[in-house]
């Protein structure tokens, strides 16, 4: 069995390794599950980012992740373009989610725990910070799908500019644009809604 | 310069580009210092919330790779038929419009080389009628062939009949079965053969049999030919065309006379109707008419006849060598009566 260098195998130094996406699913093709494991490192809080737009509970979404990622695993073989892996989870995210959101039209009964709520925020102390955050994510999972998928690929580490721009298939510019209309779409919804709350107040 | 917009101060914020002008700008505008200072916060609790996505991940890398399936590679795919079009979803949009654009573009170019390339009987009937109606004269050879030897009065065959008529687009017509054109063997030939039909438009026509020696004058007949219309190539050809859409199947092109020709075959029952209940053979099959590409006026046409009144045995007639536009001589059609002859002009 081939080995993955040791530098691949932690998530710090990924970010900077030499391996490809397509090297590591054919090594998990190959039966290494470590392989696979750096695959998680590298798209899997893209995946959280992805689906959390449907639930804001925590262990839900990390429960949501899972899912897509074994059903990633189990259709591994069927992945034609192996470089395109984090296209394809992605593209398994959204299904997952999509799936979840109408489970969730049907059970209106379920409610998350509300001690879970905050899927981004419970690890920041400032409160009110995190009111903010939560605010601003929430506002997040209102943009388009193509806008929302470039703020997650840009500030989310495990991207360079080149692979979040292969993410939602564009070129670079192309991506920056993107990018800086959702950001100014998002401050303009922000602005929009902080001022109906100064109004109600 | 004017306060920048929410994306210049968005690419400042992210620090896609620094632009001279627009940190000028900045230090001079507080309401876009502000806007960026708004934008800045915005991206930091956005990074904030996007590294809060990562807490737990080793445990939850753990907890995945426990639920891999122990000892087994992932399952080996399954051949499925690759979807068409899948290439198509793995172009961006500025791809898509372009190559639809493309597409759109070539299928458009195809048809119009397609219809420009493609003689269709519509058009080429349409065509024709439009060249016949410049044309002055017509000058042909029709030839009749007997398929079945066996006729009353005609030893045997098969024979060959063979006319020489001249046509004014007056109206005039002269049907000419002189003795040299006629191919036929033994005696007791059919009544018209060895005869000449003189027939001017607006006046009494003249047949004369140089067989018998006798002519016979025939009464005006406006606006009616006098001799079978099958016989009349102009006739014909204007029937022809006056029914484009009869012309339902093409035939190819092939070279006639040293001419490219596109030939297409016409219901020639449904174009000419009743018009044979005189006795004149049915026809037998569609008639095929072939054109001249370059002129699009008849350069041959061909018929079959079933047996009728008059006709016993199957027949075929083509008529070919035309010659358009030519000079005639005006005593062809000078109704005349030769010295000598007969008169058998049967009595009113």
Known sequence: MDTLPAAATSMGSMEHSEVTDADLVSQTLAGNRDAFGCLFDRHGAMVRAVVGRVSRDWPTVEDMTQECFLRAFNRLASLRDRDQFGVWVVGIARHVARERRRTLRRDRHEFGNPANARATTSGVADLETAEQIEQLMQTLSNLPERERLAIHAHFLQEYNAQQAAELLNLSRSGFYALLKKALARLVATLNAHNQQEETKS | ?348
């Open chain 2, 1 to 348: 310069m004017a306060c920048l917009s929410q994306e210049q101060l968005a690419q400042l914020a992210i620090g896609i580009t620094e632009e001279p002008e627009w940190t000028a700008h900045l230090r001079d505008c507080p309401r876009c210092r502000e806007k960026l200072a708004q934008l800045q916060t915005v991206t930091a609790q956005l990074a904030a919330a996007h590294n809060a996505l990562r807490r737990g991940h080793a445990e939850s890398r753990r907890q995945l790779l426990e639920k891999l399936p122990v000892g087994e590679h992932p399952p080996q795919p399954v051949r499925t038929r690759r979807q068409p079009l899948s290439w198509f979803k793995g172009l961006n949009m500025k791809q898509r419009i372009l190559l639809s654009g493309v597409s759109a573009t070539a299928i458009v170019a195809l048809f119009v080389t397609w219809i420009a390339l493609t003689a269709k009987p519509l058009f080429a009937m349409e065509l024709m009628k439009e060249s016949l109606s410049k044309a002055k004269s017509c000058k042909t050879t029709s030839v009749m062939e007997f398929d079945d030897p066996v006729r009353p009065g005609i030893d045997e065959g098969p024979d060959r009949i063979s006319s020489v008529i001249y046509e004014l687009a007056v109206g005039d017509g002269r049907f000419d079965a002189g003795d040299k054109y006629i191919e036929i063997k033994g005696k007791g030939a059919l009544s018209y053969l060895n005869t000449i039909y003189i027939l001017p438009a607006g006046r009494p026509g003249l047949e004369i049999n140089h067989f018998t020696k006798t002519f016979r004058r025939d009464p005006v007949k406006l606006g009616v030919l006098s001799l079978n219309p099958r016989n009349h190539t102009m006739r014909i050809c204007e029937e022809l065309g006056r029914h484009p859409e009869k012309a339902n199947r093409s035939l190819g092109t092939k070279i006639i006379d040293a001419k490219k020709a596109h030939g297409f075959a016409i219901d020639g029952e449904e174009v000419f109707g009743d018009e044979h209940e005189d006795g004149r053979p049915d026809l037998d099959g569609p008639i095929e008419v072939w054109l001249d590409a370059a002129t699009h006026l008849p350069i041959k046409i061909h018929m079959k006849s079933k047996p009728g009144n008059n006709q016993q045995t199957p027949s075929s007639t083509t008529t070919t060598y035309f010659q358009w536009n030519i000079k005639t001589d005006p005593k062809l059609f000078i109704a005349t009566p030769p010295q000598g002859y007969v008169d058998e002009t049967p009595p009113n």
